[in-house]
Structures are given as structure tokens and as C-alpha cells.
């Protein structure tokens, strides 16, 4: 019996205002899975997880989640199964990185509830498994670009959601701190969340996830596990680049490497 879909977009087709960006996509998102959206700049990616995330309301078709239209879903019962991490978000002025991570617990309480031991758990973890409890004080505005990327990493895990929907997530961090925050996700993952994730370095991509999902001018042209789906000719097709694909000599995933477009100084004349 195959997985049952997470996440189930049926000929949905979403934009801006008159403006279509996605046209008529069926997708099925496993439960437990670790998706990776990949494509070219502009594809429609970010359109595609705000839809599922219910921020922009498909022009048609319909969104499943965990077996229930998203239109079904009250606006807390929705942040409790549903956790997104977007692009270039802002914090309220003043905000620390603890009232934030706090925050994530909103979607779990009502306003006459106490702050439980279960709330003080989970932001607790959340902190200190995203390596924020030690800048926990500070003010969101006066951090670096990384540090505060995993401020808004840690609310999304003090939201403890069965879905977590993440863009860029390894934006601004540094290489050491990408791999960390995609262990993370692993580890969600491996825990049974459902996980889906845009990312842009195709290596790691690659290394993640356990399915990708292909954009390209809005529709999506290929499904699947990295090692069937990330071939030179695709990415000749979708990125419009010409590349070698070896497996990774540390996990055996398929590592995407570009062919020179002119020698390299360091290889001299030939
Ligand atoms: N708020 C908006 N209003 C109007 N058009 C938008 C808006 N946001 C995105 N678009 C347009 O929708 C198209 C898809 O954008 P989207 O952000 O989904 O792409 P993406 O694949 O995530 O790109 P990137 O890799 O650059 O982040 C682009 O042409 C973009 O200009």
C-alpha cells in the first residue's frame, strides 16, 4: 500500500490578483516525507508553498491537507497542523528571539490558558536545538542574518507542527549552520513530520530529501527520489545548465556539477 498524501493539491491553479503563476498542478505530498522543491528563479516555488501554507487562495482547484480541504481548517486548528517558515520576514520592533519562539505557542493556547510545562517544554527545546537559547535576550533587529534565520527556525519548532513548510531555510547561514538546520529538518523528518522545503543548492537537495518536486514556468514537470530525478538533462532543461552528475563521495547522492564555460586560471593554458 503506498503512503497516504499529507498534502494534496488538485489541479490548482494560483497568482497575483489577474497575474497566473501556477497553472492547473496536481501534486501529492507523502506523509513523513522529506520534499524539496527545486527549480529556476521565478518557477513559482514560493507561490506553491504559500498556497499549500493557505497565505494566497488558489484562482482554482483545491488543497488537501492530512485528508481535509485547508478551507475546512479553523485559522488556530490550521497553525496547529501547519508551521511556515517564509521568506524575508519581518519581527515586530523590539521583539527578542524568546518572545518569538514563544509566540510559536499561540496556535496551542487560548487567551485565558496558563503557560503550561508542555509550552515551557517546547520552547525550551526549540532554543536550544536551533543554538538561539545563548541570544535568547537579544532583540531580533540587532542580530546577524543567520542568527536570526534560526530565531524564526526555533518558533517554527516551539509551533510543533505535524507539517512543516519551510522557503529557503538555509538562506544567510553559513555552511557549517546549513547543514545543521538541514540534520534538523532531518531529524523532523525521521520523527515522522511531513517536511517540505524550497531550496536552491540542488547538492543538498539531493542529500535531504526523499522526493523532489520540479518547477518550471509554474507547472511541475518531474516527481520523485533524487536518484531518478536529478539527471544532467533535466538540469539542462530546467536550469539551463550544462553539468556532470556524480554520486556524492560521502552519501552516494547525486552531486551536480557544472561543466566550465571557460578554462580555469588555475588549470594554465592547454
Ligand atoms: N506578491 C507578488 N505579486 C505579484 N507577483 C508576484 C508576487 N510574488 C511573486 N510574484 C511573481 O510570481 C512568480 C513566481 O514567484 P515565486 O516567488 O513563487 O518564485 P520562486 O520559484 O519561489 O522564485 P525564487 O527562486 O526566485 O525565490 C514570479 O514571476 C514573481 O515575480
Avoid at 110 to 126: G, K
Avoid at 213 to 218: A, E, I
Amino acid at each position: 500500500m503506498s503512503t497516504p498524501a499529507a498534502i494534496e493539491l488538485d489541479s490548482v491553479t494560483v497568482g497575483y490578483d489577474r497575474r497566473t503563476v501556477c497553472r492547473n498542478v496536481s501534486l501529492q505530498i507523502a506523509e513523513g516525507s522529506f520534499t524539496v522543491f527545486i527549480g529556476p528563479n521565478g518557477c513559482g516555488k514560493s507561490t506553491l508553498l504559500r498556497t499549500i501554507a493557505r497565505v494566497l487562495r488558489p484562482q482554482a482547484g483545491r488543497v488537501t491537507v492530512l485528508g481535509r480541504d485547508v478551507r475546512g481548517y479553523g485559522r488556530r486548528q490550521y497553525a496547529r497542523t501547519v508551521g511556515l517558515l517564509p521568506q524575508g520576514i519581518e519581527a515586530p520592533a523590539g521583539m527578542t528571539v524568546t518572545d518569538l519562539v514563544v509566540r510559536g505557542r499561540h496556535p496551542h493556547r487560548s487567551a485565558l490558558s496558563r503557560w503550561t510545562p508542555q509550552d515551557e517544554q517546547a520552547v525550551t527545546e526549540a532554543l536550544t536545538v536551533t543554538g538561539t537559547a545563548e541570544f535568547g535576550d537579544r532583540v531580533l533587529a540587532e542580530l546577524s542574518g543567520g542568527q536570526r534565520q534560526r530565531a524564526w527556525l526555533a518558533m517554527l519548532l516551539a509551533q510543533d507542527t505535524p507539517v512543516l513548510l519551510l522557503d529557503e531555510p538555509t538562506t544567510y547561514l553559513d555552511i557549517a549552520h546549513q547543514y545543521e538546520v538541514l540534520d534538523l529538518l532531518a531529524d523532523l523528518h525521521a520523527r515522522g513530520r511531513t517536511v517540505v522545503a524550497v531550496l536552491h543548492d540542488l547538492n543538498q537537495a539531493a542529500r535531504f530529501a526523499t522526493d523532489l518536486v520540479v518547477l518550471h514556468d509554474g507547472s511541475v514537470t518531474d516527481t520523485g527520489h533524487p536518484s531518478t530525478v536529478l539527471t544532467p538533462n533535466l538540469v539542462a532543461d530546467v536550469f539551463g545548465l550544462r553539468c556532470r552528475i556524480v554520486p556524492d563521495p560521502v552519501t552516494g547522492t547525486p552531486a551536480v556539477f557544472p561543466e566550465p564555460t571557460r578554462p580555469h586560471p588555475s588549470l594554465g593554458p592547454r
